[in-house]
C-alpha cells in the first residue's frame, strides 16, 4: 500500500491551486490531483478577466491558473495531471484511486473539482454535439467564420459568449428564455451595443435540427407558444454549471442540486477530514476570486485538522 499523505486536493482551477499554495507554505506536501483533461478548471476556457483584483489591464484565463500553478509547484506542491476516478472518504484513512490505477491513503482531502457545463437536455443536442453544437467559445468560435451562430442564455457566460463570438460570425443570435437578462449590467450594456447581436426574447430552443450537423433551431416563443424553425450552423450553450460531485453521492452531504453541504462558513463537510471549496460548493457567488478565498480557506481548515490530529 502507499504511503500515508496529509493531504490530496481533487481539482484544480482557482480553488484548488490556491489550496495547494497555502497548503503547500504550510508545509503539508500536498498531492493535488488536477484533472486529466479539465486542468486549469472553467478559466481555461475564457478568454480576458477583467475583475480579479490586482490585474487593473485585465488577464487572460489560461494565464491566470498557469501563474497559479506554477505558485503552487513553487511552494512545493505535487500536481498531477489525472483524474481520481473512486474515493472511499469515510474513517481516519482516506483512499483514492487515480486514472492510472494508483491508490493514495491520506488523512485530509479537499475537494476542488469545480462545475461543469448545463446541458439544455434535448436528444438532438447530445447527438451533434461538437458537430455544431458547443459549451465552448473561446474553443470552437473560430470553426464559424462569417456564419450565424446562436447562444442560448441571459447570465454573464452567455454575454461573455456572444459577444466573444462575434469576432468571427457574421451574426450572433442570443436566445433568453425570459424578457431581462441575469447577467451584470457591464456585461448587458456590452451586448446591447454590439451590433452583430440579435437578441430574441422569451424564447426557448426546442430542438436542434440537421443530419451530419446542424443546420437550424426550433425555436419556441413561450409568450404565444408559436413554434419557428430558423437556420443557424451553430448553437453555443451558455445556461450555467451543475456542480461536478458525481463521484461524492453517497459519501458527502449534497444538497438537491449536488452542490456539497458546509458547516457554516468553514469548509468542512460532514465526514471529518473533508473539506470543500469553489464552485462545488458555491451556488451563490461562483466568481474566481470567491472560489480562489474558499480555496484559502480549505488549506487552512486542512492545516487546523492535521495540528489536531
Ligand atoms: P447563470 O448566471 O446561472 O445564468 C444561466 C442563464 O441560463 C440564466 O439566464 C438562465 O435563465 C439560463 N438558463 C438556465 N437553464 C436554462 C435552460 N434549461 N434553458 C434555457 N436557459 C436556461 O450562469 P452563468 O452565466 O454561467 O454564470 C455563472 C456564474 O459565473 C455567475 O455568478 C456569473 O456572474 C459568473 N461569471 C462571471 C463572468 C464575469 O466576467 N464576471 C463571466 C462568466 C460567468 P434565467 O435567467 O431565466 O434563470
Given at each position: 500500500?502507499s504511503?500515508?499523505?496529509n493531504?490530496?486536493i481533487v481539482?484544480?482551477?482557482p480553488?484548488?491551486?490556491?489550496?495547494?499554495?497555502?497548503a503547500?507554505?504550510?508545509?503539508?506536501?500536498?498531492i493535488?490531483?488536477?484533472?486529466?483533461?479539465t486542468?486549469?478548471g472553467?478559466?481555461?476556457?475564457?478568454t480576458?478577466?477583467?475583475?480579479?483584483?490586482?490585474f487593473?489591464?485585465?488577464?487572460?484565463?489560461?494565464?491566470?491558473m498557469?501563474?497559479?500553478?506554477k505558485?503552487?509547484?513553487k511552494?512545493?506542491?505535487?500536481l498531477?495531471?489525472?483524474?481520481i476516478v473512486?474515493?472511499?472518504l469515510?474513517?481516519?484513512?482516506?483512499?483514492?484511486?487515480?486514472g492510472?490505477?494508483?491508490?493514495?491513503?491520506?488523512?485530509?482531502?479537499?475537494?476542488?473539482?469545480?462545475s461543469?457545463?448545463?446541458?439544455?437536455?434535448?436528444?438532438?443536442?447530445?447527438?451533434?454535439?461538437?458537430?455544431?453544437?458547443?459549451?465552448?467559445?473561446t474553443?470552437?468560435?473560430f470553426?464559424?467564420?462569417e456564419q450565424?451562430?446562436?447562444?442560448?442564455g441571459?447570465?454573464?457566460?452567455a454575454?461573455?459568449?456572444?459577444n466573444?463570438?462575434?469576432?468571427?460570425?457574421s451574426?450572433v443570435?442570443?436566445i433568453?428564455?425570459?424578457?431581462?437578462?441575469?447577467?451584470s449590467?457591464?456585461?448587458?450594456?456590452?451586448?446591447?451595443?454590439?451590433?452583430?447581436?440579435?437578441?430574441l426574447?422569451?424564447t426557448?430552443?426546442v430542438?436542434?435540427?440537421g443530419d451530419?450537423?446542424?443546420?437550424?433551431l426550433?425555436?419556441?416563443?413561450n409568450?404565444?407558444n408559436?413554434?419557428s424553425?430558423?437556420?443557424?450552423?451553430?448553437?453555443?450553450?451558455?445556461?450555467?454549471?451543475?456542480p461536478?460531485?458525481?463521484?461524492?453521492?453517497?459519501?458527502?452531504?449534497?444538497?438537491?442540486?449536488g452542490?456539497?453541504?458546509v458547516?457554516?462558513?468553514?469548509t468542512?463537510?460532514?465526514q471529518?477530514?473533508?473539506?470543500?471549496?469553489g464552485?462545488?460548493?458555491?451556488?451563490?457567488?461562483?466568481q474566481a476570486i470567491?472560489?480562489?478565498?474558499?480555496g484559502?480557506?480549505?488549506?487552512?481548515?486542512?492545516?487546523?485538522?492535521l495540528?489536531?490530529?
Amino acid at each position: 500500500m502507499s504511503e500515508l499523505h496529509n493531504l490530496v486536493i481533487v481539482g484544480s482551477g482557482p480553488a484548488g491551486y490556491t489550496a495547494a499554495i497555502y497548503a503547500a507554505r504550510a508545509q503539508l506536501s500536498p498531492i493535488l490531483y488536477e484533472g486529466s483533461v479539465t486542468a486549469g478548471g472553467a478559466l481555461m476556457n475564457t478568454t480576458e478577466v477583467e475583475n480579479f483584483p490586482g490585474f487593473p489591464d485585465g488577464v487572460m484565463g489560461p494565464d491566470l491558473m498557469d501563474d497559479l500553478r506554477k505558485q503552487a509547484i513553487k511552494f512545493g506542491a505535487k500536481l498531477i495531471t489525472d483524474d481520481i476516478v473512486e474515493m472511499s472518504l469515510a474513517g481516519e484513512i482516506k483512499t483514492l484511486k487515480d486514472g492510472s490505477g494508483n491508490t493514495l491513503q491520506s488523512k485530509a482531502v479537499i475537494l476542488a473539482t469545480g462545475s461543469a457545463y448545463k446541458e439544455i437536455g434535448l436528444e438532438n443536442e447530445k447527438r451533434l454535439s461538437g458537430k455544431g453544437v458547443s459549451w465552448c467559445a473561446t474553443c470552437d468560435g473560430f470553426f464559424f467564420r462569417e456564419q450565424t451562430i446562436a447562444v442560448v442564455g441571459g447570465g454573464d457566460s452567455a454575454m461573455e459568449e456572444a459577444n466573444f463570438l462575434t469576432r468571427f460570425a457574421s451574426k450572433v443570435v442570443l436566445i433568453h428564455r425570459r424578457d431581462s437578462f441575469r447577467a451584470s449590467k457591464i456585461m448587458v450594456e456590452r451586448t446591447l451595443a454590439n451590433p452583430k447581436i440579435e437578441v430574441l426574447w422569451n424564447t426557448e430552443v426546442v430542438d436542434v435540427l440537421g443530419d451530419s450537423k446542424v443546420n437550424a433551431l426550433r425555436l419556441k416563443n413561450n409568450l404565444t407558444n408559436e413554434i419557428s424553425d430558423r437556420d443557424f450552423t451553430g448553437l453555443f450553450v451558455a445556461i450555467g454549471h451543475v456542480p461536478r460531485s458525481e463521484l461524492l453521492v453517497g459519501q458527502i452531504e449534497l444538497n438537491e442540486e449536488g452542490y456539497v453541504l458546509v458547516e457554516g462558513r468553514s469548509t468542512r463537510t460532514n465526514q471529518g477530514g473533508v473539506f470543500a471549496c469553489g464552485d462545488l460548493v458555491d451556488f451563490t457567488y461562483r466568481q474566481a476570486i470567491t472560489a480562489a478565498g474558499s480555496g484559502c480557506s480549505a488549506a487552512l481548515d486542512a492545516e487546523r485538522f492535521l495540528a489536531g490530529h
